[in-house]
């Protein structure tokens, strides 16, 4: 058997003294060395062969343990640097050292990909669950700052994979991601938990930064996603949960942010919730409370102002509030989703109409042609005799069927049974309207707006939210909404926006032709008294 020389078990074997300089190396070694350099003699120091960076590691090493040491350097000053382990033994000659040196470039090249690979989501290459934990560890030990979690759900992203495949589904996470991606600082971190679920820290940012920017990322999800055979289109709930106020440590945190993910969800989708302490998940104490409520007269109306395109008020939309005597104000977002399961919807929904119409009565003797919106829930259409509840409360009340709107998702519509459809036709043949609420952010075609008796659409307040954060001139999301407005009046549909928080979104709007807005602009909800002071001042102006 022919031995193995010590030149074929290492790349470079050299004889250097306390000080590093050279006084040997091996013939194989100066070929090997040789391609790190390009001028034609090699540098007569070892510390000129390391990288800058790596010197006070091998001065360091020598130090600590003068008999023999070890490290892993790169070597080479020019282009790309070669990752090595040397060993350096003493001599028995005074100040000298022998070294070894073997290139273990592939090794470390395979474990910073095995690093990666174990903290990364293989699709989206984005930080995975394991990397976003340290990451939170990182940040509550390294500033005494807030900051903010903000974990999201795509809405509409199961219906993606069941309908057009695992691969059109993996292609929308593909894009989701992208999209994200350009909406995020250079410190913000975007991680994959897994499935539809991605999470944004937001280190050092407050609360309000992180809502901007959250607002920009409803806008972006809402946008059509190209998958064949059809365009898909999808929401995203998120919760925020922010430290410390909302935990102190990763667990509770994505907990939290989960609750208010989840209240989002709750809501209606597509939407920002904040954890609010108390707003955890429905329990039976909260549903006794409600059923106590619903008998001591708990539950009243709000009402939240609707405005043409001059700033008059000419309608409302009618909001269910819930004050309670031992758990104080509860959001809707709350109640509901539990009055659905408890089964005390169909009540809840039937007292909420009687009480709208009634009261548009006595706006209406302000304003005669003022219009009420009342939401309507799926469990409500799904129930006996639904249309003959409204036909009931129109005619109790004494008020035109023509100046009742009742809101419906587009995933009622959707969803519709014959039951239904049947008790919108026969409501639209009363006079009764229909309005689509949080228009644009459904996964279907758009052939219901002409098979059903809708009467208006009511853009999300996602994309009216885009607006003032744009430049001048169009841009996708201006075009987007102008194409919702002109297609809802090419089919003889009045169109209404909603969260107009200012003028620039008021004046884009109106120069797209919408016909109603609603938001904080122009009007907060407020009391059945505080409509009727406003329709008086708008009164006295207009004589």
């Known amino acids: 058997m022919t031995p193995l020389s010590l030149d074929r078990a290492v790349d470079a074997v050299l004889r250097i003294t306390d000080r590093f300089d050279i006084q040997f190396i091996s013939e194989a070694g100066k070929r090997w060395l040789a391609q790190f350099f390009k001028s034609p003699t090699l540098p007569r120091n070892f510390l000129d062969f390391i990288h800058a960076d790596e010197v006070p590691l091998v001065r360091q090493a020598m130090l600590g343990t003068p008999d023999a040491f070890n490290c892993d350097v790169r070597i080479g000053r020019e282009g790309n640097p070669c990752w090595v382990n040397f060993r350096c033994q003493r001599l028995s000659t005074n ?43 990182n940040c509550i030990e390294s500033t005494d700052e807030g900051f903010i979690v903000a974990l ?20 929308v996470l593909v894009e989701t991601t992208k999209r994200l991606l350009k909406l995020l600082g250079p410190q913000d971190i975007l991680a994959r938990l897994g499935g539809d679920e991605f999470v944004i820290l937001f280190p050092g940012k407050s609360l309000q930064s992180a809502i901007q920017v959250l607002k920009a990322v409803l806008i972006a999800v809402a946008r059509p996603f190209q998958t064949a055979p059809h365009n898909a289109y999808l929401g995203v709930s998120i919760g925020i949960a922010e430290y410390p106020l909302h935990g102190d440590d990763y667990s509770s945190l994505l907990k939290n942010a989960d609750t208010a993910m989840y209240q989002s969800k709750n809501a209606g989708k597509n939407r920002i919730s904040v954890f609010a302490h108390g707003e955890t998940s429905p329990d039976f104490s909260i549903t006794s409370a409600m059923h106590k409520g619903i008998q001591e007269g708990e539950f009243y109306l709000e009402y939240q102002p609707q405005f043409d395109m001059n700033r008059q008020l000419v309608g409302a939309e009618a909001l269910m509030r819930w004050e309670n005597r031992k758990l104080g104000t509860v959001g809707p977002n709350v109640f509901i989703p539990i009055a659905e399961s408890a089964g005390l919807m169909p009540f809840l929904g039937n007292w909420a109409l009687r009480s709208a119409c ?164 122009l009007g907060h909800p407020m009391s059945a008294q505080a409509i009727c002071r406003h329709l008086l001042r708008q009164m006295e102006m207009a004589a």
């Open 95 to 137: 100040g000298q050292y022998v070294m070894t040196m073997m290139d273990i470039s592939s090794w470390k090249t395979e474990a910073t990909s095995l690093r990666h690979a174990a903290e990364h989501d293989d699709l989206t290459g984005l930080p995975n669950r394991g990397a976003l934990k340290r990451a939170v560890a």
């Open 152 to 171: 999201m759900d795509l809405d509409g992203f199961k219906r993606v994979n069941d309908t057009l495949g695992h691969q059109a589904g993996d292609a």
């Open 358 to 521: 009634h009261q548009l009565k006595q706006f209406q003797s302000l304003c005669p042609g003022f219009v009420m919106s009342v939401n309507v829930s799926a469990l409500q259409f799904d129930g006996d005799h639904f249309d003959q509840q409204v036909i009931s409360a129109i005619q109790e009340a004494g008020i035109d069927p023509r100046s009742l709107i009742l809101e419906i998702t587009e995933s009622t519509l959707l969803l519709a049974k014959d039951k239904t459809e049947q008790a919108l036709h026969t409501l639209r043949e009363r006079g009764v309207r229909f309005s689509i609420d949080d228009f644009g952010t459904g996964f279907s075609s758009l052939s219901y707006l002409t098979r059903l008796p809708v009467s208006s659409i009511k853009i999300d307040k996602a994309f009216v939210w885009a607006i003032a954060e744009l430049h001048d001139g169009p841009t996708p999301d201006k075009q987007l909404i102008s194409a919702m407005i002109n297609l809802g009046q090419s089919i003889d549909l009045r169109v209404v926006a909603e969260g107009v928080e200012n003028d620039t979104q008021f004046d884009f709007l109106k120069a797209a032709g919408c016909d109603l807005i609603q938001g904080y602009l």
